[in-house]
């Protein structure tokens, strides 16, 4: 890949993230801001201890849940998923998918 497309791509994917950022606040700004009435060293504390659950202790529910999939495959088994989870895991799959859309698309 060269110099110029890997710049293109980087490029690419700041964009990104900039427009789910924007979302992201819009979105949050819309449900009342909950947040906002904690001083600066609270709200440090709550995103700090977000990122571990979500970066430390969900990698380990990841790790258990790649591996239960991966026993119910070779097991062969089929196991009906309940419409309430069915529904929440469609509607995070629809969250994903248009924020990552192309703008034409929306």
């Given at each position: 890949m060269s110099k110029a497309s890997r710049n293109r791509e980087l490029?690419?994917?700041e964009i990104m993230l900039a427009d789910?950022?924007?979302?992201?606040?819009?979105d949050y700004?819309?449900?009342?801001?909950r947040l906002e009435p904690l001083s600066d060293q609270d709200l440090?504390?709550?995103w700090l201890a977000?990122?571990?659950?979500?970066?430390?202790?969900?990698?380990?529910?990841?790790i258990e849940g790649n591996d239960i999939a991966a026993e119910i495959a070779l097991r062969?088994?089929?196991?009906?998923?309940?419409?309430?989870?069915?529904?929440?895991?469609?509607a995070e799959a629809d969250r994903i998918l248009s924020?990552?859309?192309?703008?034409s698309m929306h």
């Open positions: 490029k690419e994917v789910e950022d924007i979302a992201n606040e819009a700004r819309s449900r009342g801001r440090e504390q709550r977000y990122l571990r659950r979500e970066f430390l202790e969900v990698a380990k529910h990841r062969h088994l089929a196991i009906h998923i309940p419409n309430d989870i069915v529904q929440a895991m469609q924020r990552n859309a192309p703008k």
